[in-house]
């Protein structure tokens, strides 16, 4: 789950700068055409907000693909590196993209990711802890896996998603600020006060987090399409194989950062439902397990 993870906290991170320039040109310097002294202009308020939501969103999803950290095999120096190479290359050729950029990250939990703006420029990464505890079969399904998300163009269209969640926040956490700024605070100008910029950046925080549960629902549904890419390049029973591989163990702790979480192709377990389940990235192992055995590439 490490794609996600990464790729929100930096969008929230770009929405929060973003939050805060826009209050400054509007607070200081009049910036924005979205204040009057009778409030706020809406449709204006609508356009700003759409603009820097998707740019938040885009940047976010270009950057990310140089802050995972990985190492970027550039010649291969060992017979597993040239096999990662080739399996990828071969998988690539399947789903007609192109080639991405093969790596490897450091953590001893069984992980990978992929990410990228473009399917035809990507990184495909696994972990040094993937090598070492799954066997090439396992390795292989995981690798198709990572090129489903790749070829479906999950990130673009999680990055499109995103963009219009983040301007519904921007939007609505505007409404809020000036309703606490002109009715708390009782600013009559037309220029709006401190108590619009601080409820707007809270609001952007708070609403941010809400809506993140949508961008989570379309992250749990990928899951399954790129499993099934999985089941395709490699077999449905590797890929069955790689994802029980997956589960926690005592000898095998989870030790993936949280803010990389969201990213890798393993997430963990928690059965039933909770509110706490309404943010997970990834649906269950055994859900996605159980949805494999009743899948049948062939069909397809």
Same mark, same amino acid.
């Given at each position: ?12 991170? #770009? ?14 310097? =009049?910036? =924005? ?20 939501? %998707? $740019?938040?969103? %885009? ?11 990985? $190492? ?15 399996? #990828? ?10 080639? !991405? ?7 001893? +939990? !069984? *992980? ?19 090598? +070492?505890?799954? *066997? +090439?079969?396992?390795?292989?399904? $995981? ?9 479906? =163009? ?7 998603? +995103? ?12 409404? $809020? ?12 100008? &037309?220029?709006? =006060? ?9 609001? &952007? ?12 629902? /379309? ?19 590797? %890929? ?12 095998? !702790? &989870?030790?993936?950062?949280? *803010?990389?979480?969201? /990213? ?32 049948? !590439?062939?069909?397809?």
């Amino acid at each position: 789950m490490m794609r996600i993870g990464l790729f929100l906290l930096t969008n929230l991170a #770009v929405i929060v700068v973003f939050s805060i320039v826009f209050g400054i040109l509007s607070r200081f310097f =009049g910036i =924005g055409g979205v204040h009057s002294a009778g409030g706020l202009n809406y449709i204006s308020l609508a356009v700003m907000c759409g603009i820097y939501g %998707m $740019v938040g969103s %885009m940047v976010s999803l270009f950057i990310s693909k140089w802050m995972a950290g990985t $190492v970027v095999i550039e010649s291969p120096r060992t017979a597993t590196e040239q096999w990662l190479i080739d399996t #990828v290359a071969k998988q690539a050729r399947a789903v007609n993209i192109g080639m !991405p950029e093969v790596g490897i990250f450091n953590n001893s +939990q !069984p *992980n990978a990711f992929a990410t990228g703006w473009n399917k035809n420029k990507a990184l495909v990464a696994v972990s040094s802890g993937l090598l +070492q505890n799954m *066997n +090439q079969d396992e390795v292989e399904a $995981v690798l198709a896996h990572e090129i489903g998300h790749v070829a479906n =163009g999950d990130m673009v269209t999680l990055a499109l998603m +995103q963009g219009v969640v983040n301007a519904f926040v921007m939007f609505f956490a505007r409404i $809020v600020g000036s309703f606490v700024d002109r009715t708390v605070f009782k600013n009559t100008s &037309d220029r709006p =006060g401190i108590g619009y910029f601080i409820t707007s950046m809270v609001m &952007d925080i708070l609403l941010g987090f809400l809506a993140s549960a949508i961008v989570m629902w /379309f992250s749990r549904l990928r899951e399954f399409r790129a499993d099934q890419m999985g089941a395709k390049l490699a077999s449905r029973e590797k %890929m069955i194989s790689a994802l029980d591989a997956l589960r926690p163990s005592a000898q095998r !702790p &989870d030790q993936m950062p949280e *803010n990389m979480k969201a /990213f890798a192709i393993s997430s963990g377990q928690s059965q039933g439902f909770s509110i706490a389940n309404l943010f997970r990235s990834h649906p269950t192992l055994d859900d996605r397990i159980a949805a494999l055995r009743e899948y049948n !590439p062939n069909q397809d």
